[in-house]
């Protein structure tokens, strides 16, 4: 069979008409008709994604067709790539080769709503929604089985700038908060040399810093370096670098420096590793701006007084920089971080003979993600809807980016077939030996040990979405084989999304863990008994709020 790579490869010509018919029989194959607009110009490009989604009650269309990663199957999606698109002309979809999670010419019979959507950046992976600058047709509606109406791409997406977008899943309760602290907050935009030299071209470092009460420049405070998760982005370190000076500004927070970062990019999350497709952003962070940071402001400088932290992807981040840097950090306290023992990579071995990311070896599908002990998505669907809306910024797409070699074609080798699921055994061992930390522990522990023993801190919760809990236990396993000092904390029941709150305070973990930072850096300090968590009083990550409203 061949891969869905080659199938894309093997579909990709652009069929453009300059007279095309109204209306497409579904026939097998379904050709779905998608008209440029005169009105907007020529030679659009990008990915062109149509989305179809069973229409229950005609009266209450939707604005948008969106898809929703948790429901992976309630909407249908065709899509493909454009390179010339110009005003007046069609292009035919097919709905049959790049298509999920089933071919058009499938579907059930009943009432659907229609919409296509231009991805002129090829980002819809990262946000699961439509950007400014993007085309849309009218969601219009069919009948199907039966005739395809043509979808005209007919007005320029005015979605909020990312900011406004950001606020509207900060709490209600604390939107006065992060406003009042927004204008004291410091930018970073330092442009790297080391990253410059990989790509060539101008390549910046971005986030925000936030000062603690009383800054003066003299006094020097503890840093924290703080990445976001997957579908984070330089506005959500924005919005959590003001809540957190509002924190410190209120006692529920120490006070300390802290650096909320940014590591989204066109591919999906860098993470702030060494990749060979990504480039040096390990190196460029712990070599370059921490440096210039305590340049720039009072920061202890010294190892003791520096500690990282984030969640999700983030936490991976954090969990990486303090292993492959250990000399640089004091302690990193990641929660729920992504796979840290690929042995447990979403449930998959993914070193086991004959692996395959998608079923085991009795055909039974791999759960992806789980809610109230019910599977909501498996490791296939996530994967193959993630595909057909491109090949750029989806969260598998983003490992790959991050965890394999360059091939030939210039782009990351994948870890699996997106047809079949089989993995290549090549691939799996250059992950294992460059980003499989339980592996790097065991192999490199004698070296490590002087320098990281006892700075991981690492909290997940018992029923993690995910099922982050597993790859968790088996790196702290590693670890005490070796004689590691560890910390390792799971909390039950708690999800990926509800980790950091308690007694209604959203981010209850957080205040604990800048405690604890504050206590390693500064031994004598104690934590203020009257300071006790407090409803929705801290930062948030908009990016999981957004993605947890429907789903905690």
Known sequence: M????????AGSHMLIANAAPAMAATAAPAQIPVTMS????????GRLIVFAKPLADPAKLDAMVTFDPFTPSAVWIAARDVGDLGAGKTVLVDGEIDSFPVPFSTLAPGLYELQAVLDRDHDYNYTYGARSGDIASKVLTARLPGPIPEL????????????TAVMRNVPAGNRPLVTKWLPALKAIEFQSARMTAFRGTPTFIRGWVALPPGYDGRRRFPTVYVDGGFFSTLASARANAAAMMGSMASGDAPPMIWVYLDHSTATGTHEFADSANNGPWGSALTHELV????????????ASGRFLTGHSSGGWSALWLQVRYPKVFGGSWPTSPDPSDFHEFFNVDIYGPGANFYRDSAGKPFPFARGHEMVIATNEEFSRSE???GSYGGQMGSFEWVFSPRGADGRPVPLF????GAIDPAVAAYWRDNYDISNIIR????ALRHDLDGKLHLTVGGADTFYLDAPARRLEAAMREVGAKTDFRYQPGKTH????????DRMALLKDIAWEMYKTARPRSKRPESIAPRAATSSVEPTQLAMSRNHE
């Open 443 to 446: 192999r490199d522990w004698p």
């Open 152 to 163: 005209t791409l007919d007005r320029t997406v005015a979605a909020p700038d990312e900011l």
């Open 387 to 389: 595909w057909a809306m």
């Open 417 to 420: 077939d997106r047809a079949t």
């Open 2 to 9: 061949r891969t869905i790579r080659a199938l894309v490869a």
């Open 497 to 504: 999304f509800d980790l950091y709150t308690r007694n209604g």
């Open 38 to 45: 005169p009105s907007l110009g020529e030679h659009q490009s």
């Open 291 to 302: 440096p210039w940071l305590e340049t720039q402001y009072a920061m202890d400088a010294r």
